[in-house]
């Protein structure tokens, strides 16, 4: 007697929570942005640097400071088994670049402006625009000191709205001076919210001491009349802090890139000192910041290299997609030129050697495969043909097979006449198949 067996049920394994697949037709709406962010870097004379995901978690603590956000809450950190080595997901990029620029003295011959996208991680509650894995688009110019390379970083991510056709988005600019002026600001921070101690939140009061900047980003409904009384910090500025500002601000002026002066948007991070700025729009709710940067020139030295000027920002390439579909202006990404269309299974191998000459020549080309069933029938083809949204339909049928030829069927202009093509000419015939020929 034959025991019945029962298959043994398999636990369905999901993704992280926060950490999405990219999945076709979407991920061609990211290769599309990669694209026009390569040639801009291009454009700009940037150049491509490729860092680790993971670094030494001393690398985030020391850069980023440990009375953060990112370095308190956000961090996915871990000790590696094998030796002990406390590691972190990058939270981030930029202490990552400066940390390869100084161990690899990437600088010996000058400066660098580099850029970079690729995935970062924080554990923050998911929403949207903003998930536990993440992918930022980066431009850092380093080794630079003079005003002019802030506004040409801002000019970069301008420039890259407008090709991208996005149109609710504004620039927000403020000075963080320096050391020393913040240092005066900080003083006269502490003793205004001391002043008003009883209407601080208790987050509020446990960073009081510690970065009392942060108290200016809070949103709390209740501390809003507090924080907009709060001495300001362009109030605290001296003169080489306020002719770099003016520097940056007459670029600007020059090349019509409108801009307000914020004087509430601050960095939590003490590297930061003079320009920083914002990109933000109004169409993502609560994250309506798309792009962040500013000036880090004390950096380098907190991670244990010299003194060097920096300057940088970066994009959130999630939100950005997120704009273009709000805008109705999402790429929906490239369609093959042509779609085989082969009737019997028989002919495949002739049609893969027609097919791979073509695409030789540049030609994109989507062939219709067989199942167990045999080859679908050519009205079923046709219309995967249309769904793919190719420009032609090329019909490999017995007769055309037996004349050594392909029909070539317009599918998006009637007024295209039907034509053949011999295929053993495949290549002098392939560039009429290209929608940019």
């Known amino acids: 007697m034959n025991e019945k067996i029962t298959p043994r049920k398999v636990e369905k394994l999901l993704a992280v929570k926060g950490m999405n697949d990219i999945l076709p037709p979407e991920s061609a709406r990211w290769e599309a942005l990669e694209e026009r962010v390569r040639e801009l870097m291009r454009r700009f004379a940037y150049e491509n640097v490729r860092t680790p995901i993971v670094e030494p978690t001393a690398l985030f603590v020391r850069g980023l400071g440990e009375v953060t956000d990112i370095v308190e809450k956000e961090m996915y950190s871990f000790d590696d088994r094998l030796n002990g080595e406390a590691l972190t997901l990058r939270p981030e990029n930029t202490a990552g670049v400066v940390r390869a620029a100084i161990e690899h003295t990437l600088l010996y011959n000058g400066p660098k402006r580099l850029y970079y996208m690729g995935p970062m991680f ?3 509650r998911p929403q949207r625009g903003r998930y536990r894995q993440f992918h930022q688009i980066g431009a850092e110019a380093l080794g630079f000191s003079g005003g002019e390379i802030d506004a040409e970083l801002i000019l970069m991510a301008h420039a890259l709205w407008q090709e991208l056709g996005l149109t609710d988005v504004a620039l927000q600019l403020n000075s963080l001076g320096q050391p020393d002026e913040r240092q005066q600001h900080r003083a006269a921070l502490i003793q205004h919210f001391e002043a008003h101690h009883d209407l601080l939140d208790e987050e509020a009061k446990r960073r009081l001491h510690l970065n009392p900047l942060r108290l200016l980003d809070s949103k709390n409904p209740a501390m809003q009349a507090v924080i907009e009384a709060a001495p300001r910090l362009l109030d605290f500025l001296g003169e080489a802090s306020k002719r770099h500002l003016q520097s940056v601000t007459d670029v600007l002026d020059a090349c019509g890139v409108a801009y307000s002066i914020n004087p509430r948007l601050v960095r939590g991070m003490d590297y930061y000192n003079l320009t920083v700025f914002e990109f933000v729009t109004t169409k993502l709710g609560s994250q309506g910041t798309i792009c962040a940067g500013g000036r880090y020139d004390y950096l380098f030295e907190q991670v244990g290299g010299k003194p060097t000027p ?19 202006t999402a790429d ?27 695409r030789a020549q540049g030609v994109s080309v989507q062939m219709h495969a067989s199942s167990a069933e045999g080859m679908a029938s050519m009205k079923s083809q046709f219309k995967r043909a249309d769904a793919s949204g190719a420009a032609y339909a090329l019909v490999f049928g017995a007769d055309e097979m037996a004349q050594g030829q392909v029909t070539v069927k317009a599918l998006r202009d009637a007024g295209i006449a039907q034509l053949s093509h011999a295929l053993s000419c495949a290549a002098e015939w392939a560039k009429s198949l290209q929608s940019n020929a």
């Open 122 to 124: 924080r554990h923050e």
């Open 310 to 328: 920096a300057v940088g920002w970066a994009i959130g390439m999630e939100r950005v997609l997120e704009l273009l579909k709000e805008q109705g």
């Open 332 to 358: 929906s990404g490239p369609a093959p030129d042509a779609y085989a269309i082969v009737p019997d299974a028989a002919f495949l191998s002739t049609v893969m050697v027609c097919l791979q000459a073509l």
